[in-house]
DNA sequence: GAGATTCTGTCACCCAATGACAGATGACCA
DNA sequence: TGGTCATCTGTCATTGGGTGACAGAATCTC
C-alpha cells in the first residue's frame, strides 16, 4: 500500500511534523525527517545571520545532504520560507470551503479567516508558532522573501476568485463581485499581517483585518472629516 | 553648471527619450543613450526569445557594452522591465498631489489615474506605447516579473497611504482609512491591469478599474443574489 | 590644458539553480 | 530470503545573475 499523504503535496500537512497519517513507511519517513531537519537548520541560520547572508551550502551541511538534496525538497530558497505562508493560505481556503452558503460572502471570509487562525495553532504551540513568527520577519527583513509572499497572495487572490463565484452561482469573468471581494480581502489581510508582522498573538491580526473591513465602507461612502 | 535632472533619479524622465532638460552635457546625454539603447535592445531580444531566454550578455553585446555597464544602469534585470511600471507609479502619484483638497478622497484617487493615464500617452504614441505594451505581456508571461511587479504595487501602496493620510490631515498609524484605501486602490488597479494587460487602448484599464470601484460598496453590503 | 569627477571595461569571484548520470536504499512480491 | 523495481541521493559539470576592486578612458570645470 503506497503513501498517498505526500502526493497531493498539502504544505499544511508538510509543515507540521506530527500528523497522525504521517508514519506509513520508512521512506516517507525518512523524507519527512530530512525536510524538516532542513526547515530547522535553515530557519536558524537565518535568525542567527540572516536569510541572504545564509548560503544554502550552509544549510545542507548542517544537516549533512548534498546542495542537490535540497532543491529537490525546495524549489529555491525562498520556498522554505513561503511553506509556511502556503500553510496559511490552504488552511484558509480550506475553512472557506467549509463555510455554509446561508453565509454572505464577507461573512464566509472573515469566519473562515478566525477558523484558519485557530487551526494553525493547536498543540504546536511552542515549535510551530516560534518557526511561523520568525518567517514573518523573515520577510518582513528581506525584499526577495516579500516578493514571494506577495506571489503567493496572488495566488491566493486567483483561488479565492474562483471560490467564491461558484458558491454564489456567478460569472468571475462577466460579474467583476468575486474579483472585487477577493482582491481587497486579500489585500487588506496583507496589510494586517505587514502591521502585525509576527509579534503577539495571532488572534491580533485577525482583529486588525475585521477592523479594516469594518470600517471599508465607511471610508469609501464618508467623508473623513 | 551640472544637471539635475536625473539625480532626482525621475523613472519618468529616465524612460521618455525626448525631454526638453535633457540635453544638458555630453556626459548626461551619452548615459541617456546606452541607456535607452540598452532598454530598446531588450525588449526586442525580450520579445523575440523571452524573458528568461535572454541573457543579459546577448543584451550588453547587442549594444556593444560590457556585461558590468549593464548592473550599473538596472539593479538587476527585472528592473530593466520595471522601470515603465515605476514610471507609470510615479505619474500616478505626482497627479495624486495634484489633486484639489476639496475633492472626496477616493474622486481624488480616480481623476489621479484618468490624469496619468493621459500623461504617459503624449506624442510618444508609437514608441512608448508599443514598449509599455510589450513590457505589460512579459510581466503577465514570465512569474519573476509579476513578483517584481507586486513589489512596485507594494511601494507604491505604502506612499499612497502617507499621501492620502497628509490630504486628509489624519495620523496614518491610528486611523486606519489611509491603509485601507491605498490597498484596496492598488488593489483594484492591479486587478485591473491583470485583465487588461496591454491590449487595446490604456483607457479600457482606466475604465474597468474605475468599474470595479463603483461596485465595491454594493459588493460587501447587498446580497448577490 | 591641468586636475578632479565620473563612467567604463576587465578580471576574479560568489551563489543560486539545473541537467545528467551512477550508486544507494527502501518497497513490494514471489 | 532474495530479487526486482521504483525512488531517493550524491557527484559533477555548467549556466547565469550579480558584486567588489582596480585601472584606464572620457568628460567636466576652471
Redesign the interface.
Known amino acids: 500500500m503506497t503513501c498517498i499523504v505526500n502526493h497531493v503535496s498539502s504544505a499544511t500537512a508538510r509543515n507540521s511534523a506530527r500528523t497522525s497519517a504521517s508514519a506509513c513507511g520508512l521512506r516517507e519517513r525518512k523524507k519527512r525527517r530530512t525536510r524538516d531537519s532542513l526547515v530547522t537548520a535553515a530557519l536558524e541560520l537565518f535568525r542567527a545571520k540572516g536569510y541572504e547572508h545564509t548560503t544554502v551550502r550552509e544549510i545542507t551541511d548542517a544537516v549533512e545532504v548534498s546542495e542537490r538534496t535540497f532543491f529537490r525538497y525546495f524549489a529555491n530558497k525562498e520556498d522554505l520560507v513561503m511553506s509556511f505562508v502556503v500553510a496559511a493560505a490552504e488552511a484558509f481556503t480550506v475553512e472557506l470551503r467549509r463555510r455554509p452558503a446561508s453565509e454572505?460572502?464577507?461573512d464566509a471570509l472573515r469566519n473562515a479567516m478566525r477558523a484558519a487562525a485557530l487551526t494553525l495553532a493547536p498543540e504546536d504551540i511552542e515549535r510551530e508558532q516560534m518557526a511561523y513568527a520568525l518567517a514573518m520577519h523573515l520577510i518582513e527583513a528581506t525584499?526577495a522573501l516579500?516578493?514571494?509572499q506577495?506571489?503567493v497572495?496572488?495566488n491566493l487572490?486567483e483561488q479565492l476568485i474562483a471560490i467564491m463565484a461558484e458558491r454564489?452561482g456567478?460569472d468571475p469573468v462577466t460579474d467583476?463581485?468575486p474579483?472585487?471581494?477577493a482582491?481587497?480581502f486579500?489585500?487588506?489581510m496583507?496589510?494586517a499581517g505587514q502591521?502585525w508582522r509576527g509579534d503577539g498573538d495571532l488572534a491580533a491580526r485577525t482583529t486588525l483585518a475585521d477592523?479594516?473591513l469594518a470600517?471599508?465602507?465607511p471610508?469609501?461612502?464618508e467623508?473623513?472629516q
Open positions: 454572505r460572502p464577507v525584499p516579500l516578493a514571494a506577495l506571489m497572495g496572488q487572490t454564489e456567478v467583476p463581485r474579483t472585487i471581494i482582491t481587497v486579500c489585500g487588506l496583507g496589510a502591521v477592523r479594516y470600517e471599508l465602507v471610508t469609501f461612502t467623508p473623513w
